[in-house]
């Protein structure tokens, strides 16, 4: 059975950074796609970063591009999300998912239980 667990999150002062991981169990990381969602207040859960089984292709929401990277060690079963120059709106209670397809949807069979990422102006 797989699971995903997620650690790394906090609270940052605006322009700050945090590094996320998650974690996966149960079965070999290299089949899988992973990425990270988020999920602010009163909002849908929306895709931040993905990254294809091989690693050589990833994918970012506008809102984070050039901001966030996504990265993967799979001799770790772990991928990981690189936060830099950090903003207010990045508050959300973020959330990493695996499957085997790709998709930008929030399709995904496997979900961690969030971690909160808190930024202050």
């Known amino acids: 059975q797989v699971q995903v667990a997620e650690s790394g999150g906090g609270l940052v002062q605006a322009g700050g950074s945090l590094t996320l991981s998650c974690e996966l169990s149960?079965?070999?990381?290299?089949?899988?796609?992973m990425g990270w969602f988020r999920q602010a207040p009163g909002k849908e859960r929306t895709y931040v970063a993905l990254i294809n089984e091989k690693g050589d292709r990833t994918y970012y929401s506008d809102s984070v591009k050039g901001r966030f990277a996504i990265s993967r060690d799979d001799a770790k079963s772990t991928v990981y999300l690189q936060m830099n120059n950090l903003e207010p709106e990045d508050t959300a209670v973020y959330y990493c998912?695996?499957?085997?397809?790709?998709?930008?949807?929030?399709?995904?069979?496997?979900w961690g239980q969030g971690t909160q990422v808190t930024v202050s102006s």
């Open positions: 998912a695996a499957d085997r397809v790709l998709t930008l949807t929030t399709f995904y069979n496997y």
């Open positions: 149960g079965r070999a990381s290299a089949d899988y796609v």
